[in-house]
């Protein structure tokens, strides 16, 4: 539910987002530059996952969990332990992580694919390059934020005290 949800909505907007930073910057559409690319993509991104985030709560918590947790048992335990405000748990740890991996990761998928198409035309071995560094570049770029978002979306629901983005990301350095 999440992933169909979250990356629909991502993709929904990134093109809208990506013309109208070229519009505003005075450029024709189509021609951003690598930077817009990845601004863009972020941007798209971290509304979709600001929407999204309970969904995220949910799945993490049950992906921690150490038994057969329900998802409606998450949620219940979320809300009457924080209420509404316990869905968005780790939401600025996981507005940042998704902006730079989905930046990361669409901004360099349109911009590989526009310079390897020239290379190889516009098939099957452009769309496979392109998802390569794409993949590559976002993977790079999500382990270390995935952690510090994990460690506060655990604490939703339970009586650890929640601590702060860079807080959580100098402990778990430590």
Not at 46 to 72: C, D, H, L, W, Y
Not at 111 to 133: N, P, R, T, W
Request: charged residues 15%; glycine residues 8%.
């Amino acid at each position: 539910v999440r992933q169909v949800s979250y990356h629909s909505f991502t993709f929904v907007l990134y093109d809208p987002i990506r013309d109208s930073v070229s519009f505003l910057l005075s450029m024709e559409a189509g021609t951003s530059s690598y930077m817009q690319r990845l601004l863009s993509a972020g941007v798209s991104a971290a509304i979709a996952i600001t929407i999204f985030n309970p969904t995220e709560v949910v799945k993490t918590q049950m992906q921690s969990s150490s038994g057969n947790t329900t998802m409606r048992e998450v949620a219940s335990k979320v809300w009457s332990k924080d209420g509404a405000k316990g869905f968005w748990a780790g939401l600025r740890p996981n507005v940042i992580r998704t902006f730079l991996v989905n930046g990361a990761e669409i901004g360099t998928y349109d911009e590989a694919k526009l310079a390897i198409v020239d290379y190889v035309g516009d098939g099957l071995a452009v769309h496979v390059g392109s998802s390569f560094m794409a993949g590559l570049t976002s993977a790079c770029v999500s382990t270390p934020a995935d952690v510090v978002k994990t460690r506060l979306m655990n604490a939703a629901g339970s009586d650890q005290a929640p601590r702060g983005v860079l807080q959580t990301a100098v402990a778990t350095i430590r």
